[in-house]
Structures are given as structure tokens and as C-alpha cells.
């Protein structure tokens, strides 16, 4: 537990990557260290991450790399949230947090990401982080004040900060309700910008990500306005809508701080007695992104809107969707170690064939390169339009079929998928597991993989899918929209097979359609291949508009 409280200030001195430095915050206490004695009715304190010292040398000093030929003007970026591959991740965000900052390095961005140190994070980079400096910081209503380590790591020509704190991040998953959840990123929040400062980073443009890091916008003008981080502009990106971060106002108004008069209705209240950090962030953001296009218009309806679209029309002026990439050094059949055996675009059509053998001795399914294989890898949720697949997997088992199942989730959905593997021994494989090795080679072992999902924000498994050689079989929404154009029998164009309105019928017509030209005309379904292999789905055009974005927000 790291939670002390304080009955005043001292200026104390510390040691920062071996130099003496002279702060004015409140005692630093280390992770493990606790104090409860103390009165519990203080009154409020000013943050005293508004005061914040200079421990390490600001990066912005340092020699600027040569940039002749990159684009001008350098921007710095920090990005804040709350998952990030290799370290911890949990879905597409994940992917997003570790893709996105290493594309902005190579578009003349400084960035650092801001991450907690979650006790999950291998012990292979927690090993390796270097210890930055650490203070106190006032957080809740009653003035109990929390400690904040850093603790960094650099890769990639990324720098990792790890907000490190025992008492919110001991937790074996980023995630476990919103009881604890809430608490702990009214903290994380905070302590990012508060590390900015005690770090003395000011960047030009500080970008949030989802639900968790919405009080950021908010604390950055209210708490922060003194400070010289004040300066910087803020950017909350929305990767899902659906997860708001609302919970009863008493207990956001306690954790953050916040004063009550912003749990009114255009700022963080939500009902009667409810809050919600991600609505509170969407007002204070400088500019509201979302990873998608048709995903940035669905939501300012309310079909897709989440009980927010009347906010996000409201705000529509400053929102706008930026289609997700994916990283070509994470996801290169040619390089991936993961799978049986490694293809390009010049040899994917004889090794897939070896991929799909070797996946399914692998996964004890009949052996047969002639079946027609599809892959579904996925958080196992409605959001994704399992109650579709579910109705129409015993039509699509017809003995020239397999359905190979990655994901983990709701227990229904588990359940559900483990009865079809029981009834279909040998065509169905359920993996009911998380399994990142298991997941490539279903990438580069199935003929087309499956997203037929309810709303889609952006998607990522279509995008690694393509760049395997898998068709995708997608619903037309959201970010599925705009990166699978569908299959054109008569200009022989395309790049999946869709269905628009969410039915099962729709899904199972665009199966059939897939193996129609799967087991009728296989030259033009190994076109599709091939295109689909050429297609540019990295970061590097997404990035550029980011960039563009940050330069155009603080020009
Ligand atoms: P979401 O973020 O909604 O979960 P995305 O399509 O954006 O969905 O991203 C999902 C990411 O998580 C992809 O990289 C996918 O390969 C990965 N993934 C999902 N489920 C699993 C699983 N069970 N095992 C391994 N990887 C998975």
C-alpha cells in the first residue's frame, strides 16, 4: 500500500539518476511505506503536483535528432493510457498505444507514453525500467495524498513512463470493476500530468486515450492552469464508446477532487446521481478523435451513440476519425517466428497451405489443405456479433468447412462455443483461451476470418487478416467500413465479402458467397489474396494525419 497521508509540506531533497535535486513537494515515501494515523478530515490541498520540480533533464533540451528529411515542425506528444503491447494488453488499444508512437517517431514526434506500472507487466521490462524520481500527490476530496514513482524505459525510439503506485496497480489485470477501477484512474490520470511536470516534459500536445484517461482533459484546466503544462494542447481519442468510466458522482467527486460545480449535465454528470469520465473529458479535449470515419459518424447517432450522441453532436465541431493501422515489424508473415512457416506476397499461396495443415494438427482438427478454414479471434462480447455466428455455425459446417475459434469472455459465449467444438469433434475448434502465438497462426493458417460485429470502432483483426492473406468477412460499421471493400464479382475487385444489417441470414449469405468463390473460382479468390497482401494497412498513413492534426492544433 502506498497511500499516506501528509499534515503539511517540507523541502526535502532527493536523488534523481544520481544528481541531488531540491524539490518542494511533501516527503516522498516509497511504495510499501503507510501511515494511517494521521487525521482523516483535512481540508483540500492545492495539488502539489501544480508545483512541480525538475529531477531529469527535459528532453526537449536534448541535441534534436537530424530531421532534414523528416516533416517539419517537431511536434512532442505524450500519450496517456491505460494499456500498451508488449507490456499489458487486453485488445486493440493495446496494439494501438505501442503501434501509433513508434509511426509518430519516424513523422518528427517526441514522444513519450504514460502508462501504470501494473504488477502484470513481465518481469522482463519491469527488470529494465530505471527509477526516474517519485513524489507525493494530494488527490481525493478529504486531502489524502498518494505516491507517485516513475519509472522509465525506452525502446524504440519510444519512452515508456511508468506511473508506479502499489496501492492501485496490484491487480493481475489493467481491469477488474468499476468499484476499484474508477479510483484508480481518478489517480492515473493525475499522476500523469503530474509526472509531466515534475519531469518538466511540457509537450505540445498531450493525447488521451478512452474512458480512463477522460478526467486528464479536465484536471489539465482545472488543477493544472498555473503550471507550464497549462501550455500543452489535449486530444481524447475514443477507441470504444461503449466504456464511459460512470459511476456514482459521490465517489468521482471524492477520488478526483473535481470541483461540484462540473458534475452539472454538459461536464461529467450523466444522471441523476451518476458521473461519466469519458463525457466530462469529451467537453474539456481540444480536439476529440475516434479511429474510424463511419465509426466518428455512427456515434452521433443513437443507435450507436451510447447515450452520448446528443453530447457528440453537440461537440461535433472538434471530432473527427482517424482510421487505425497496424505495426508491419509486430505482424510480417515473412519474419513471424509465431508461425509453422513464414510467407510472403510472392509464396502465399503454396505456404499457406502448409500454415493451415499445421494449424490444424495443431489444433486436432481434420487434416485437409482443401477445407475451406475461417478464424474468428475475439474478445468474446456482444459487441461482436457472436449471436450471429452462433445462429448460423451448424449452416456453415457442411463437411468442406472448419471454424476455428480464439477468445475469451463472456461465459455464455465460452460455453456456447465449447458445445459446437463438442457436437462438431474435428470441423469446429474452440480455443477458449488468450494466446497471442495461437492467434498468428490462425492469421496465417485460415482462408478468411470472421468480424461480424454489432459496432466496430475500428477492428484490427480484418487489418491483420488482409496482411496475412486471410479474407475477411466483415458487417459493414464502423472502421470494418472503410478498410474491407467488398468482393466485386464483375470488376474482379476487392477486398472481403460484407453484409450490412445486422442478421444472421446477411452473415451466413456472405459466407456462402466467400466459399462460393473460394471452391468455384479459385485463381480469382487467390487474387484477393494477393491484393489483400499488397494492401497499405500500416500506421505510416494514419500517422500523417495525426501529425497534421497536432501541428494544425498548436500552430
Ligand atoms: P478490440 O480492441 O475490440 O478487442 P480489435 O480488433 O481492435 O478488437 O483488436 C483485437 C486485438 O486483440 C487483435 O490484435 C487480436 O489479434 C487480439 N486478440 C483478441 N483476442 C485474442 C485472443 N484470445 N488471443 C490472442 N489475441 C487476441
Known sequence: MSKKKTTGTKKITESVEGKDVSTNT??????????????????????????????????????????????????????????????????????VMYALPKALTKQNCDVKVILPR????????????????????????????????????????????????????????????????????????????????????????????????????IYLREMFGATPLSRSKVILTIHNLRFQGKYDIQMISYWSNLPMHLFNKDVLKESYDDANMMKGGLTYANMITTVSGTYAGEIQSPEYGENLDAHLRYHSGKLRGIVNGID??????????????????????????????????????EKNEDVFVI????????????????????AMIDGNTQVVVLGTGDPWYEDSFRNYEWQYKGSVCANIMYDEGRAHRIYAGADALLVPSKFEPCGLTQLIAMHYGTIPIVRETGGLKDTVLPYNMYT?????????????????????????????????????????????????????????MYVDLTC
Request: hydrophobic share 35%; glycine share 6%; proline share 6%.
Open 26 to 95: 511533501v516527503e516522498t515515501i516509497q511504495p510499501s511505506t503507510v501511515n494511517t494515523d494521521q487525521p482523516k478530515s483535512e481540508p483540500p490541498k492545492i495539488a502539489k503536483s501544480e508545483a512541480p520540480v525538475k529531477p531529469a533533464k527535459a528532453s526537449k533540451d536534448e541535441p534534436a535528432p537530424q530531421t532534414e528529411s523528416l516533416p517539419q515542425p517537431r511536434r512532442s506528444v505524450a500519450f496517456i493510457g491505460s494499456e500498451c503491447y508488449p507490456f499489458v494488453k487486453t485488445g486493440g488499444l493495446g496494439d
Open 118 to 217: 501494473y504488477k502484470c507487466i513481465p518481469w522482463e521490462y519491469q527488470e529494465k525500467m530505471v527509477y526516474r524520481g517519485s513524489f507525493e500527490m494530494d488527490l481525493c476530496a478529504d486531502g489524502a495524498t498518494y505516491y507517485v514513482g516513475i519509472m522509465e524505459y525506452v525502446w524504440d525510439g519510444v519512452v515508456y513512463d511508468f506511473i508506479d503506485n502499489e496501492f492501485f496497480f496490484t491487480a493481475g489485470n489493467p481491469y477488474t470493476n468499476l468499484v476499484d477501477d474508477i479510483p484508480k484512474f481518478c489517480y492515473f490520470g493525475k499522476a500523469a500530468l503530474a509526472a509531466l511536470n515534475y519531469m518538466d516534459w511540457i509537450p505540445d500536445v498531450i493525447h488521451c486515450h478512452d474512458w480512463q484517461t477522460g478526467l486528464v482533459p
Open 328 to 365: 508491419y515489424d509486430m505482424w510480417d508473415s515473412s519474419k513471424d517466428d509465431l508461425i509453422n512457416t513464414k510467407y510472403a506476397i510472392d509464396t502465399v499461396l503454396k505456404k499457406k497451405r502448409k500454415n493451415k495443415l499445421s494449424l490444424q494438427e495443431e489444433l486436432g482438427l
Open 375 to 394: 478464424g474468428l479471434i475475439s474478445r468474446l462480447t456482444n459487441q461482436k456479433g457472436l449471436d450471429l455466428v452462433n445462429a448460423i455455425l451448424p
Open 492 to 548: 474482379n475487385d476487392g477486398n472481403g465479402f460484407t453484409f450490412d444489417r445486422y442478421e444472421d441470414g446477411l452473415l451466413l449469405d456472405a459466407v456462402n458467397r466467400a466459399k462460393t468463390l473460394y471452391f468455384t473460382e479459385r485463381d480469382r479468390w487467390d487474387d484477393m489474396v494477393v491484393r489483400d497482401m499488397h494492401k497499405d494497412v500500416s500506421w505510416e498513413n494514419s500517422a500523417r494525419q495525426y501529425r497534421q
